[in-house]
């Protein structure tokens, strides 16, 4: 079974920092694209993070709305998934979620239908 486990919320002031982690189980890690999303309150669920498979290079890509403040990154030896948050904002209050993925079906990044494994999310929420 394979199981996707965030960790790492939790409440902070504007401008303070979080690091999001999601532990990968069962899953062959190194074989798949991996992703953070967040969703807030009646929004849609987005892509905040990417990041491409270790044999690919582990390319990554990035919401707009958090480039330069967030960084994503993987550990294939601890089967572990990170998401940096630095200088948060309010409007990146959101539930958090890790997801996996190894068939690209759509060629958006964020694509969800490209990601077949789904955490249960960790909620983050920054307060002015």
């Known amino acids: 079974q394979v199981q996707l486990v965030e960790s790492g919320g939790g409440s902070v002031q504007a401008g303070g920092s979080l690091r999001l982690s999601c532990e990968v189980s069962t899953l062959p890690h190194n074989s798949y694209f991996m992703s953070w999303f967040r969703q807030a309150p009646g929004k849609e669920r987005e892509g905040v993070a990417y990041i491409s498979t270790s044999a690919t290079g582990g390319v990554t890509y990035y919401h707009d709305t958090v480039k330069g403040r967030f960084t994503i990154s993987r550990d294939s030896a601890r089967k572990g998934l990170y998401l940096q948050m630095n200088s948060l904002k309010p409007e990146d209050t959101a539930m958090y979620y890790c997801?996996?993925?190894?068939?690209?079906?759509?060629?958006?990044?964020?694509?969800?239908?490209?990601?077949?494994?789904w955490g249960q999310g960790t909620q983050v929420t920054v307060s002015s």
């Open positions: 997801a996996a993925g190894d068939t690209w079906r759509s060629s958006s990044v964020f694509a969800i239908g490209n990601f077949q494994y």
